[in-house]
């Protein structure tokens, strides 16, 4: 079955305490993404990435990190993470540039 | 700047009413759009896309959207609405040109009310 993968879905953490979400796309999707949701903001970007080893920021990059090592995973970092971190988060994958997001369920952060 | 308004953050209907709801957007370039349903404790599902051709769209579960360029709109219908529904509706618009740059609405509760 064609899906994204993430991991964990519920994650509750203490400020500072270093985490990494995976995700992971069995499609061969040259384009992987992270958004992040939020009550009345939807969805913003965090990172993007083309193809392995090209990332680029999206819209609110500050406090996050990432990684393409390999096409099919595309984690996501928080060094050092802040309650203003707390979010749903999702990862998105596309075969190519105009073609639809395919999402992942979901991981719920919650930093105290 | 590029932007995506959807104006209604919730919309309650009554079943087998008809709904609309209404999807804004500002480009400079070439547009291509989405509108995804997001039901409670899942990631988003693509309902319908419009690259280009035909301006009435049809998706699953019987909505339907209308590209409106002159009027950047992007309305997304369904004549008769059902309990099952009952989700968030997010309006995505691509930009052609540069990266892959997808924009999100702030997302539309539809309430159905039996």
């Known amino acids: 079955e064609a899906q994204v993968t993430q991991n964990p879905r519920y994650l509750i953490t203490v400020t500072g305490k270093k985490l990494t979400v995976t995700c992971s796309q069995n499609m061969n999707h040259e384009y992987m993404s992270w958004y992040r949701q939020d009550p009345g903001l939807g969805l913003r970007q965090i990172y993007y990435s083309m193809n392995v080893e090209v990332t680029d920021k999206g819209d609110v990059p500050e406090g996050y990190k990432v990684s393409r090592k390999e096409k099919r995973n595309f984690p996501l970092i928080l060094e050092s993470p802040s309650p203003n971190q707390t979010s749903l988060y999702f990862c998105?994958?596309?075969?190519?540039?105009?073609?639809?997001?395919?999402f992942g369920n979901g991981t719920r952060l919650t930093v105290t | 700047a590029q932007s995506v308004t959807q104006l209604d953050s919730q919309v309650p209907v009554f079943e087998e009413a008809p709904v609309e709801l209404r999807c804004n957007y500002s480009s400079s370039v070439s547009v291509y759009l989405f509108w995804y349903v997001q039901y409670p404790n899942q990631g988003l599902q693509l309902l319908l896309k419009?690259?280009?051709?035909?301006?009435l769209v049809k998706g699953i579960n019987g909505f339907e959207a209308e590209f409106n360029k002159s009027q950047t709109s992007f309305h997304l219908r369904k004549p008769s609405v059902h309990i099952s529904d009952t989700a968030e509706y997010f309006c995505?618009?691509?930009?052609?040109?540069?990266?892959?740059?997808?924009?999100f609405g702030t997302g539309t509760k539809l309430q159905v009310i039996p």
């Open positions: 995505a618009v691509g930009y052609y040109g540069g990266y892959q740059k997808v924009t």
């Open positions: 419009y690259l280009s051709g035909s301006t």
């Open positions: 998105a994958s596309s075969l190519n540039r105009d073609s639809p997001l395919h």
